[in-house]
RNA sequence: GCGCGGGUGGCUUAGUCGGUUAGAGCACCCGGCUGAUAACCGGGAGGUCGCAGGUUCAAGUCCUGCCUCGCGCACCA
């Protein structure tokens, strides 16, 4: 039933597109949570992605890992249901469709009409579904994507609108004006996490600019970096505590002055005194000095006269204090465009300067501004500012002959722009609502004390740091794709927020009622614009109130996944109860300030609750160079290149083992190849090896047992193996390093299991009678692949499950953690389960330190001799007689074996350690240090040059050892024992728990005729098998063989014996001395030997 | 500018409490081994451990400053 089949070769593409098919008809994914469905559950939520962009590699990386745990964690028996979700509303899909439809302003999309426009919206969000879901699909992302939630359904709205009322009805939610980053050619604000994706480092022209005083000859110098705000200027603040001097320049410029502006002789300059060298290109004579609170009060002319109506306003254009005003840059005095800057504008209400815009929604200048500005785009009016202000007069008319630039230089810095469009933000004052997340700052910090963060300093640091300097979160947008503000408002400011749609009908069913005219409001009413916008509400005394007409920042949909992914609290509730917050979630580091904050923050302020437990944030995903993949960069790796070519295991297991989840991956093409070929070749050969001679065997693992115990040492080794790399894989997948486990498998895989178990197990399973040690080779495979599949699986879940279901008749993902099964434990939980029932449950095959130190000993003494062969000019076919163990543990259980490596007819063991070894005495700096202190150098090179370190052994033993002035003690020097000089061997240093110990390998070197004649077998064996190969033999094909050699040792009748039977020789001929090979017969030499044979 | 994380042979990376020969993989060269795979084994070449100071008997490791890359922050006027 069990009985494995034969494996043939490996094409890994195929076998994972058939295996997905199987998948898809035994319903395999579902049927992994159906089976674990009385187990604790372990929550995870899927972060949505925008269906409106390809998916890309990073995508791949950022679902490996979702799943890897979910896979992991349903293995140990917990029920993990992955609700799949997307992310549809927000500007990233109006930009699209803007694009598409070239609507590129908003008069543009109103007169397209916003229904057809948000249509239009509604359809391009599913543009790359398909590749979406082929992509996951291909990878094995297993995911419900048949049931996900979906954040433009009015369900999930609706619960959207009942967390912002939850908001609303604590006082959270507040309606406001304030200068926020803008972005001209979307049309709306951002949010400062939104800010936070955009910032770009540019160099822009910045001004120093005279402010003409009303009353006296001079001027005040203040500095900008954005020449569109001096039309809005009406202030300019000092620090009352700076010093400031005014100045007269003595004498012209230099020659080195370049660009625009400047000062005639005699004219007079206010700045803060520690600028001046910095600011001014005069020599100058400081005419006084004074602090910053003198020149309070003090008018100036207006730069551009018309711009900004006076009104009523007793303090504009004139110099105003403000404490944050600094001398780390500029001038000392900060020109103060009230609608342009945060400061600017608290500084503007608190004066009383007029708030007059200068520059509209659409990014230009206002008419009325100045004939040549208006209506021009603020960012193209860099030059024409600088030409006005440098005309004779300068551009109000009123200042010097100079004009009222002073100076110019480019300036570098970082500056926000829009992250879907590039172009920079503009500061500027609007309505706009906010969550007052400083309200709530205390428990943000808090419930993020109590996420398991990985790694820990993301969440303490970065995601800390944040939270330590939260603002009010900005969640309104002028947008038309998105949820709706769920908020009415009357003219003079009475609100209501409503949390449902039967809250919906109800208040438009009292409107009616009073005789105000609205539209039908059904059950399914669209909750998006414009039908929402179209309901008129009555306020509580009688007025009509319209919809503030703004759509949520689509971040706050993201944040409320955990409950609106089920309806709640109007369905679900259930599910919900017993969901939140969830067990774990896994995003790309650039989501700390996304969705890993607005989860945290729509949780506390509705819930008063963290809402995940657990958060791995991933590292970005750069190319091969290290630079960050972008389209634009056109470095974007296509994950098909993979999927087709070394298939989504090795894709996958590469992610995986190529660093920590959260360090930047570059990502190596080259390095899925050598998954490839390392990892999975290597695996699939080692299962080919087995199941073959299972299956040539009919090998039954359940029709016959072998007892692990009585089983050769090298199968109990390989076993014990497996016991100690399976612990430590499963530690690290509890400490999230994923990486270092599965780089410790891979090396168990290639390295143990492949290169010395394999190796040397393979003639157990040629010889074609039943044997118990022949079974025990295939029990002890059998058991090792099957727990390495189970193990491997939740990473690179494929080839795992072939190997798994041919083996054993059951699919890996329907199968138990070899560790154990915590999540089916009574009372167990996603955090909490009995540690030594867990422990009962684990299916590990015995484990045996000494067993796995001894092996360690036998492959290191292999690898000795196969070094002193080289050093000794002696090839590794041509046997030694004796191979002499010096030292060391009992090895006489694997003397056999390393006869075998070693090609010695016969090992020794050696008890007169001193005939083969000498001693060497290591001065122990630990130890000598404290004693020796700064002789310790000295003390150590008479402890290392020592010419009779014997003796210097044995005084130190009797006490009596001293060196400059120090007793020598036992601890204070390490003794080697190394091979002696003139012999074949060497020595390995080998540990066992505590002690170390130095075993040395000797060869014996003579040759005999017996040894010659051999070894003249094994080559000729060696070249027939080549040539067997080259001809393509089939395994059990015979041959005749026919030899002649020219100066060779006597071969023995068995050795030219063992050649026909190792080559299946049917009729052999060593032709005698002299005879001559025929043309064509292939030819070698070895050692002088020259050899010829021909096979037929 | 401030904060976090990096910088180790051509490339990727390990390096614990500071301990004396800085370890591995890929690639390269030489040799060996193989009815064993795109393999394996041995050896070799290749390193000023970003730079400069400092602490120490001893620094890749600790301290200070700087350079550089990435990420994050922002009251930058």
Known sequence: MAQPSAAGELDAVR?????????????????????????????????????????????????TYKDLVCRWKTMEGFKVERKGGWDTHGLPVEIEVQKRLDLMSNEAIQQFGMDAFNQACRESVWTYEAAWREMTERMAYWVDLDNPYVTLDNNYVESCWWALKQMFDKGYLYRGHKVLPYCPQTGTSYSSHEV????????????????????????????????????????????????????????????????????DVGEELILAKDLMKEVLRHHVEIIEEFPGSTLVGRSYEPLFPDAVPRKDSMTAWTVLEADWVTTTDGTGVVHTAVMYGEDDYNLGMDAGLPAHHTVGMDGNF????????????????????IGLLSAAGGSNGKGPKS?????????????????????????????????????????????NDEVEWAPDWVGEGRFGEWLRNVKDWAISRERYWGTPLPVWRTEDGKMKCIGSIAE?????????????????????VDLHRPIVDGFTLLSDDGQPMHREPFVMDCWFDSGCASFAQWHHPFDGGEQFDASFPVDYICEGVDQTRGWFYTLLAVSTTVFDSKAYKRCLSLGLILDAEGKKMSKSRGNIVDPWDHFNREGADATRWYMVTAGAPWNPLKFDSNGVRETYAKMFLTLWNVYKFHADYAALDGFDPESSSSDPAQRPELDRWVLSRLNTVATEYHDGFVNWQFHKACRDLEDFIVNDLSNWYVRRSRRRLWDEAESGDKLACQHTLHEVLTTLCRLIAPVSPFMVDIIHRNLTGSAVHQSDWPLGIPGTIEGATADHWDEAAAKATASLPPHDPALEASMNLVRELAEAGRRVRIDNNRRQRLPCSKGFIVAGPDLSAFHDLLAEELNVEFIQVENDLDRF???????????????????????????????????LLAEIDAGTATIMDIAIERSDVEVKRVEREGFAAQTVEVTHGETTSHVSLVLDMNDTPELLSKGMARDITRRVQARRKTLDLALEATIELEVWMENAPAMMAADEEWVATETRTAACVFHPKGASPPAGAERFEVDGTVVHFTVV
């Open 15 to 63: 076998l994972e597109n058939e295996l997905l098919e199987q998948w898809k008809s035994e319903q395999a994914f579902d049927s992994s949570i159906q089976n674990r469905k009385d187990g604790a559950p372990f929550i995870f939520l899927e972060g949505p992605p925008t269906a409106n962009g390809k998916p890309g590699i990073h995508h791949v990386v950022a679902r």
């Open 196 to 263: 936070a994706l955009g910032y770009k480092e540019v160099e822009e022209p910045s001004v120093y600019v005279k402010f003409k005083l009303t009353d006296e000859d001079a001027s005040i110098l203040a500095w900008t970096t954005t020449p569109w705000t001096l039309p809005g200027n009406v202030g300019l603040a000092v620090g009352p505590e700076v010093t400031y001097v005014r100045c007269r320049v003595k004498e012209a410029a230099g020659e080195s002055w370049t660009g625009s502006g400047g000062a």
């Open 366 to 385: 206002i008419e009325g501004t100045h004939p040549e500005l208006d209506g021009i785009y603020v960012k193209d009016c860099d030059a024409t500012i």
């Open 403 to 447: 004009g009222l630039l002073y100076r110019e230089k480019e300036y570098s810095h970082d500056y926000p722009h829009c992250w879907r469009t590039d172009h920079p933000l503009l500061y500027y004052a609007m309505d706009s609502w906010f969550v007052r997340m400083t309200a709530v700052k205390e428990r943000l910090l808090e419930f």
């Open 504 to 524: 919906l009908q109800e208040e438009v069913a009292k409107a009616v009622a009073a005789g105000i005219e609205n539209p039908e409001c059904p059950d399914d």
């Open 917 to 951: 070894q000498r001693i060497e005495l290591a001065p122990n700096f630990r130890a000598l240090a404290p004693k020796a202190r700064a002789n310790v150098n000295d003390v150590a090179n008479a402890i290392k040059s020592s010419e009779d370190p014997v003796g």
